[in-house]
T-cell receptor
Framework: GEDVEQSLFLSVREGDSSVINCTYT??????LYWYKQEPGAGLQLLTY?????DMKQDQRLTVLLNKKDKHLSLRIADTQTGDSAIYFC??????????FGAGTRLTVKP | DSGVTQTPKHLITATGQRVTLRCSPR?????VYWYQQSLDQGLQFLIQ???????AKGNILERFSAQQFPDLHSELNLSSLELGDSALYFC?????????????FGSGTRLTVV
């Protein structure tokens, strides 16, 4: 089947930028998403990007999409301890199921 | 509060038993999705219902079944439980049949099989 892959762990210092990377294999992916899961909670949709976009910025979050390389990244500026969580990349085609990566555990050190 | 309600939050039961997990989707959402999250398997898609009908099936075991009722709430039934079924079970909902604008997740039911 089609895969979504991401590295499992990332550790950064408070105040630094975090970059979480994701690759996907389905070239017909239409929508790409980033979700955040805090301990003991469900997944929270952070942002999404359509496949015809290259970049989307929302406050401290910047999403970059390289459709040619099927590479998606999430940059968190001025990372805070409250950003410590698991971040999931996901993709879908219109009206199709969403496929999730395994999640990247972001640890922010003071 | 995401608007998706899952009950119960925690469930402890013995092997061989049967349990029912309940999900009420966000108001206006017609699709309900069930996911299993375990430490070694990540987030596994189980099944999707759209407006009362089964729409997609993932890695759902034959011992598991689900349904969506006319009021759009959904139940996931897990029977002949095994130790390996211990996991977090999430329900998510969306407006349409697909995930075009993302899913809204509930806070999950933590199932422990002893």
């Amino acid at each position: 089947g089609e895969d979504v892959e991401q590295s499992l762990f990332l550790s950064v210092r408070e105040g630094d930028s975090s970059v979480i990377n994701c690759t996907y294999t389905d070239s017909s992916s239409t929508y790409l998403y980033w979700y955040k899961q805090e301990p003991g909670a469900g997944l929270q949709l952070l942002t999404y990007i359509f496949s015809n976009m290259d970049m989307k910025q929302d406050q401290r979050l910047t999403v970059l999409l390289n459709k040619k390389d099927k590479h998606l990244s999430l940059r968190i500026a001025d990372t805070q301890t409250g950003d410590s969580a698991i971040y999931f990349c996901a993709e879908s085609q219109s009206n199709n199921d969403m496929r999730f990566g395994a999640g990247t555990r972001l640890t922010v050190k003071p | 509060d995401s608007g998706v309600t899952q009950t119960p939050k925690h469930l402890i039961t013995a092997t061989g038993q049967r349990v029912t997990l309940r999900c009420s989707p966000r108001s206006g959402d017609l699709s309900v999705y069930w996911y299993q999250q375990s430490l070694d398997q990540g987030l596994q898609f189980l099944i999707q219902y759209y407006n009362g009908e089964e729409r997609a099936k993932g890695n759902i075991l034959e011992r598991f079944s689900a349904q969506q009722f006319p009021d759009l709430h959904s139940e996931l039934n897990l029977s002949s439980l095994e130790l390996g079924d211990s996991a977090l079970y999430f329900c998510a909902s969306s407006v349409g049949a697909g995930g075009a604008y993302g899913y809204t997740f509930g806070s999950g039911t933590r199932l422990t099989v002893v």
